[in-house]
């Protein structure tokens, strides 16, 4: 798993970044993945369509809202992910944020990029497991309208505090700092890639959003 130095330098806005910034995002992503790695759990369920959401069996998560009608629509399964970077980059982070602010910035970007890079590690290796089904893009509590309120019954369907050492706070924020919790569907046909973009899409060939000079992810 490596650190994405463009997503780290568009965390700091900065994509266009001189090359002394992207010399010191370069070293400090190649610190962060010396010192750990981003560590990942996930499991599948099935899905029940209900009225008012998509139940995942055998737990008490209800997906509700118009973001999972529309990701999951033609799902049958949904994978529940949780990846972090653990406590010991928060422990880094503190320590950096005390004596070089502008190098503390610097290694959160990296540590948002990291993070994200254990997700999509996961993602691999969930779309190894499941060869023939094709997964959705993978969506976050608080992304849409898919509520940040469930964030402690992912963790706890997931037993995140056990294998991760994952903590959900009273304000419904992640502990560690860098760690993801999102939902991934698992359908029998090629899926959009609502949130990702074309670029990534297993339909791209034959859309007919795109040739219609739109987007699927535009509400359409
Ligand atoms: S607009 Fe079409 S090609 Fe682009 S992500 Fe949506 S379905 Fe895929």
């Not at 992503?29 to 008012?52: G, H, I, S, W």
């Not at 209800?62 to 994978?79: D, H, I, K, P, V």
């Not at 290694?107 to 089904?133: M, T």
């Amino acid at each position: 798993m490596e650190i994405c130095i463009s997503e780290a330098l568009g965390y700091l806005g900065a994509q266009d970044a001189p090359e002394d910034l992207r010399r010191q995002v370069k070293e400090a992503a190649k610190d962060l993945e010396r010192a750990l790695r981003p560590r990942y759990t996930y499991q599948v369920f099935p899905l029940e369509r209900l009225p008012e959401g998509f139940r995942l069996a055998g737990t008490p998560l209800l997906l509700t809202g118009s973001t999972a009608e529309r990701m999951l629509a033609q799902c049958s399964q949904a994978a529940l992910l949780a990846c972090t970077l653990g406590s010991l980059f928060d422990l880094r982070l503190n320590a950096l944020q005390m004596r070089d602010m502008p190098k503390a910035v610097i290694l959160d970007a990296c540590g948002s990029a990291y993070v994200e890079s254990g997700c999509g590690a996961a993602e691999k290796e969930l779309a190894a497991r499941f060869p023939g089904r094709y997964l959705t893009d993978r969506f976050s509590p608080g992304y849409g309208d898919l509520p940040l309120a469930l964030q402690p019954e992912i963790c706890t369907a997931l037993d995140a505090s056990r294998r991760l050492g994952l903590h959900v706070t009273q304000s419904l924020l992640l502990n560690p700092v860098k760690s993801v919790t999102a939902v991934i569907g698992l359908a029998d046909q090629p899926q959009m890639a609502r949130i990702r973009g074309c670029a990534f899409c297993q339909l791209r060939e034959t859309c007919l959003y795109r040739k219609g000079g739109k987007r699927c992810g535009d509400g359409v």
